[in-house]
Nanobody, 121 residues
Framework: QVQLVESGGGLVQAGGSLRLSCAASGSILSINAMGWYRQAPGKQRELVAA???????NYADSVKGRFTISRDNAKNTVYLQMNSLKPEDTAVYYC???????????????WGQGTQVTVSS
């Protein structure tokens, strides 16, 4: 019914940059907030950044000033520009979207499959 497809992960040296993208497709009626979470080995999944339909944003303290979240509502896509990457940013990054589907008519949480980001020192 719906897919969140992430792209843009990979291996980068410390200090480098990556841009993640996540496109939502399917029987979407509306998209509320979109965001990025990450999970490092042995750690819980944590919020990295989120953006509302009104473009209000919030960030984890650890990424403020380095990461920027944005969205293109016409394309149902959310982006995460990651600059000045550090080894501690290494994790699987997951896209999240709170959406209403035409077939379900209620606001629900959806997740992408995850994309690996590895930052070498």
């Amino acid at each position: 019914q719906v897919q969140l497809v992430e792209s843009g992960g990979g291996l980068v040296q410390a200090g480098g940059s990556l841009r993640l993208s996540c496109a939502a497709s399917g029987s979407i009626l509306s998209i509320n907030a979109m965001g990025w979470y990450r999970q490092a080995p042995g750690k819980q999944r944590e919020l990295v950044a989120a953006i509302t339909s009104g473009d209000s944003t919030n960030y984890a303290d650890s990424v403020k000033g380095r990461f920027t979240i944005s969205r293109d509502n016409a394309k149902n896509t959310v982006y995460l520009q990651m600059n000045s990457l550090k080894p501690e940013d290494t994790a699987v990054y997951y896209c999240n979207a709170r959406m209403v589907l035409t077939t379900r008519q209620r606001l629900e949480n959806y997740w992408g499959q995850g994309t690996q980001v590895t930052v070498s020192s």
